[in-house]
């Protein structure tokens, strides 16, 4: 990953391009009430082919959309009682029918999907130029071949690729979609965000890496729709490797632990106002950005989320862009949209309707 110039300058003009694209994207519909779901998730699928494939695909793509689509039905699976029943008996579930079965089968799109990918790129193995993903993993792969104890494989190539989408789309593009949410609901927040951008950058081009500590308001906001609509119902789960002794509890060797990552992001004693979207949170009295070690997002420790860099880059990028391009807005007639969460693995939106108008000076 860091190879692929994640943490550098490497893939930010390609997620830029990307961000581009849903803009003019929104623009086609002329202000008029749209639904940003399937646009973001698209373009969101999109960055992690690049990084994985080395290529982005056109919407019309039907195997891409099938692909697209087959991580959407596992994604919303997941949590539900069918997938419960799954996990607890799978033995039996095997031999009956339901939604599992159709998981088990988009499981196989995405596999296959990956498969046909890793075959092309061998085929034409540009091992001098490593592009993606699977330039700088095959090497690895073929380095390993004589070593029983290697993980480098196909199968496990498949899997990381499947991994990439499963967590690298679904957890920026939900927050993404809380962001436009968040800001047409709350106009004097969205207005001062496009005010401080106007302020330091005019009409000029904007960068991650040079540009978000000059952004601090922007930057509290972002932070801030992280906080407070929080994309997952729990964290990742983990299992202890040896005996463990924390604040008094014994947590035998074993135990497998889902960390609760709202109780620190939601927590009274740390937040002024933890329940409210409010970006005063990352800022202090001065209005300069305030970084929060509360703030665990992405976890901690050894398995702290290996995408954080690349969805910092994805989320500051797009929602620039999209600030920038346009004014979102409750379409008319409309008095509220409902800011409480679908629950799913991942806590998104109710499905909603907005308009994008856009902005004179853009
Ligand atoms: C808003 C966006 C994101 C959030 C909130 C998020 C959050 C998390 C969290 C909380 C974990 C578990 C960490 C732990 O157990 O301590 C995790 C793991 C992971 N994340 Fe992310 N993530 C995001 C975006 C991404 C992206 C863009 C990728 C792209 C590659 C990604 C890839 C992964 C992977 C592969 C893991 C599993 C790591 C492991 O098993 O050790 N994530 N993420």
């Known amino acids: 990953m860091r190879k692929l110039g994640l943490g550098k300058k490497g893939i930010e003009h390609r997620i830029k391009e990307e961000a581009q694209q849903l803009v003019e994207t929104f623009a086609q519909a002329n202000g008029q009430p749209l639904d940003p779901s399937l646009p973001i998730t698209n373009s969101l699928c999109n960055v992690i082919s690049l990084l994985t494939f080395g290529q982005r695909f056109s919407p019309e793509d039907e195997d891409f959309q099938k692909l697209v689509k087959a991580f959407d039905f596992v994604l919303k699976l997941v949590g539900t009682f069918s997938h419960i029943l799954y996990e607890l008996f799978p033995w039996l579930m095997e031999h009956l029918t339901g939604p599992h079965k159709k998981a088990l089968s988009s499981v196989e799109i995405a596999s296959l999907f990956a498969k046909k990918e890793i075959e092309k790129h061998k085929e034409y193995q540009t091992l001098h130029d490593p592009q993606d993903f699977i330039d700088f993993y095959l090497p690895e792969m073929e380095k390993t071949t004589n070593d029983p104890n290697s993980t480098y494989n196909e199968e496990n190539l498949a899997h990381c690729i499947m991994e990439f989408f499963a967590t690298g789309t679904e957890t920026t593009a939900t927050t993404l979609q809380w962001a436009l949410l968040l800001m ?179």
């Open 184 to 362: 047409a609901t709350h106009p004097d927040i969205q207005e001062k965000v496009h005010k401080e951008m106007e302020d330091v950058f005019g009409s000029s081009c904007l960068t991650y890496y040079q540009d978000h500590k000059k952004l601090p308001y922007t930057k509290a906001v972002i932070h801030e729709i992280q906080r407070s609509n929080y994309v997952f119902l729990c964290g990742i789960p983990r299992q202890t490797e040896k005996d463990v002794n924390m604040q008094g509890f014994h947590i035998p060797k074993g135990t497998l632990i889902v960390p609760d990552l709202h109780s620190v992001l939601l927590d009274p004693e740390q937040w002024e106002t933890p329940e409210k979207f409010n970006p005063n949170h990352f800022l202090d009295m001065d209005g300069r950005f305030m970084a929060r070690e509360e703030f665990l997002a992405f976890g901690a420790g050894d398995r702290v989320c290996v995408g954080e860099q690349l969805a910092r880059v994805e989320l500051f990028i797009f929602f620039t862009s999209l600030l920038r391009a346009f004014t979102f807005q409750l379409p008319a007639g409309v008095k509220e949209l409902s800011l409480v969460p679908a629950l799913g693995i991942t806590t998104h939106p109710q499905p909603y309707k907005l308009c994008a108008i856009p902005r004179c000076s853009t």
